[in-house]
C-alpha cells in the first residue's frame, strides 16, 4: 500500500515548499497592510492597501508565460530550487525595509515575491501530474490549497503581530529570512521530473509567448472554460482579502487582533472547503461542486454586503471577544466563513480539471497561461475597486456587487460546464 500523500517524497516536499512559501508571502503583505493601515497615516489607507494586492499580482500577467516555458523546457525541481534560492535574497530586501520603516522598499520586496512566484506558479500545479496518479489529483490539489491558506493564516498572524509597533523588526527578521531558507530546503528535496518538452525554445519576448499560450488555451473550450472559472475565483479572493481589513476596521469596529482574527477565520474555512471538495470528488472530476461553491460564494457575499450596508463608522476599536459578541460582528463572520469554505469547493474541481485536461508536454505552459489570465482578472479587478474606492464606493458596496456578478458567474457555469467524462 503506498504512503500517505503527505509521507510521500512525491509529494510531501512540494507541498512544504508550497506552505513555507505561501506564509512569507502573507506574512509580508499582511504586515505591510498592518503598516500602512495603522501606523503610516495616509489618507486613503483603503486604495492603497488594494493597490499592494496588484504590485504582487501583476507580475504574474508578464511573467506566467515565461515561467511555463522554462518549467516545460527544463526539470520542474530544477527550476523550483533555483526560484526559490533567489528568494532568500527578496526576503533580506524585505528585512531591511522593515527595518528602515520604508514602504517604498516594502513594496519593491513585495512585487520580488510576486515575480518569483509567477515563476512558481506554473511548476507548483504543472508538477503535481508528473507525480501523482490521476485519482490524486483532487486530494493533492486540496492539500495544496489547504496549506496554502493555513500559511495564509499563520503568516497573516505573524505578520499582525510583527506589525503591532516597530519593535518586532527582529521577530520579522528572523521569520522572512529562516522561511525562505526552508522552502529552499525544501524544493531540494522535490524529486526530478525530467523535461517535459525537451526541443522547447524559450522566447525572450514574453510578449510573444504569452500571447502564443492564451491563444493555444482559448483553442480548447475545456480548458478555457476551466480557465475562466478559475480566474473568477482567484479576483474575488483577491477582492475580498483586500476589502476585509478596512471592512472590520471601519465598520465593524475591530482591532489589530480583531482584523487578524476574521483573517484567520477566512484562511481555516478556504482549508476546510477545499477538503470538502476533495471528500466528495473520491478521485474524480466533480464540477458540479465547482456550480455548488459559485453559488454559495454568490450568496454570503452579497449577505456580507447587506449586512454592513448603511452602518455608520465605528466609534471605536475593540478586541475579538467583545466583537465576535455583537450581533453583526458574528453575522459578518459566519458570511466569511460560509463564503471562503465555499471558495474552496469552488476551485478544486475546476484546477484538477485543469491538469487532467492538460497535456503532459504542455502542461506547464497550460498552467502558465491560466496563471496569466488570473493575474488579469485579478490585478484588473484590484485597479477598478481601488479607482470605485477613490471616488466614493464603499466596502459593504463592492462586497454587494461581487455577490451579485458570482451569481451571474454561476448562471454561467451552469449553462456551460463540459460533460463529465
Not at 120 to 130: A, H, Q, R, S
Not at 174 to 192: D, T
Amino acid at each position: 500500500m503506498p504512503p500517505p500523500l503527505l509521507l510521500s517524497r512525491r509529494f510531501a516536499p512540494l507541498f512544504w515548499c508550497q506552505f513555507f512559501a505561501a506564509f512569507n508571502d502573507n506574512f509580508l503583505k499582511t504586515a505591510l497592510v498592518f503598516v500602512i493601515l495603522f501606523q503610516s497615516g495616509t489618507r486613503d489607507p483603503e486604495a492603497l492597501i488594494t493597490f499592494a494586492s496588484a504590485v504582487f499580482i501583476a507580475p504574474y500577467f508578464f511573467l506566467s508565460g515565461l515561467g511555463g516555458e522554462l518549467a516545460d523546457r527544463y526539470d520542474k525541481a530544477w527550476m523550483a530550487q533555483r526560484i526559490k534560492f533567489a528568494e532568500i535574497f527578496v526576503a533580506a530586501l524585505a528585512v531591511w525595509g522593515y527595518v528602515q520603516t520604508s514602504l517604498p522598499l516594502l513594496f519593491i520586496a513585495l512585487a520580488g515575491f510576486g515575480i518569483l512566484g509567477a515563476l512558481f506558479g506554473p511548476i507548483k500545479y504543472g508538477i503535481l501530474p508528473d507525480h501523482l496518479h490521476r485519482t490524486e489529483l483532487p486530494a493533492g490539489n486540496a492539500l495544496v490549497e489547504g496549506a496554502t491558506f493555513v500559511a495564509i493564516l499563520l503568516g497573516t498572524l505573524a505578520g499582525g503581530l510583527a506589525a503591532r509597533n516597530g519593535s518586532e523588526a527582529g521577530l520579522f527578521a528572523a521569520l522572512v529570512i529562516s522561511f525562505a531558507i526552508a522552502c529552499w530546503i525544501a524544493a531540494l528535496l522535490i524529486p526530478a521530473t525530467g523535461e517535459g518538452a525537451p526541443g522547447l525554445k524559450v522566447a525572450i519576448n514574453v510578449v510573444t509567448s504569452t500571447a502564443a499560450m492564451i491563444r493555444y488555451l482559448r483553442a480548447d473550450p475545456r480548458l478555457w472554460w476551466g480557465a475562466m472559472v478559475t480566474s473568477w475565483f482567484w479576483l474575488v479572493g483577491i477582492v475580498v482579502l483586500s476589502l476585509l481589513p478596512p471592512l472590520i476596521k471601519t465598520i465593524v469596529g475591530g482591532n489589530e487582533e480583531t482584523v487578524t482574527a476574521y483573517l484567520a477565520v477566512f484562511s481555516i474555512a478556504v482549508g476546510v472547503g477545499s477538503g470538502l471538495a476533495a471528500v466528495i470528488a473520491r478521485g474524480r472530476i466533480v464540477l458540479r461542486t465547482t456550480l455548488v461553491g459559485a453559488i454559495l460564494l454568490g450568496v454570503f457575499a452579497l449577505d456580507l454586503g447587506l449586512a454592513t450596508f448603511g452602518a455608520g463608522p465605528a466609534l471605536s476599536l475593540q478586541g475579538p471577544a467583545f466583537v465576535f459578541a455583537s450581533l453583526l460582528g458574528l453575522r459578518v463572520a459566519i458570511d466569511l466563513c460560509g463564503l471562503a469554505i465555499a471558495g474552496g469547493l469552488f476551485i478544486v474541481p475546476a484546477f484538477a480539471a485543469v491538469q487532467v485536461w492538460s497535456g503532459a508536454d504542455h502542461r506547464a505552459r497550460t498552467i502558465a497561461a491560466v496563471n496569466v489570465l488570473n493575474a488579469a482578472f485579478m490585478t484588473g479587478a484590484t485597479i477598478i475597486v481601488a479607482v470605485m474606492q477613490k471616488y466614493g464606493a464603499t466596502v459593504p458596496a463592492l462586497f454587494m456587487l461581487i455577490g451579485i456578478a458570482t451569481l451571474a458567474v454561476a448562471l454561467a457555469i451552469w449553462r456551460t460546464m463540459p460533460k463529465p467524462e
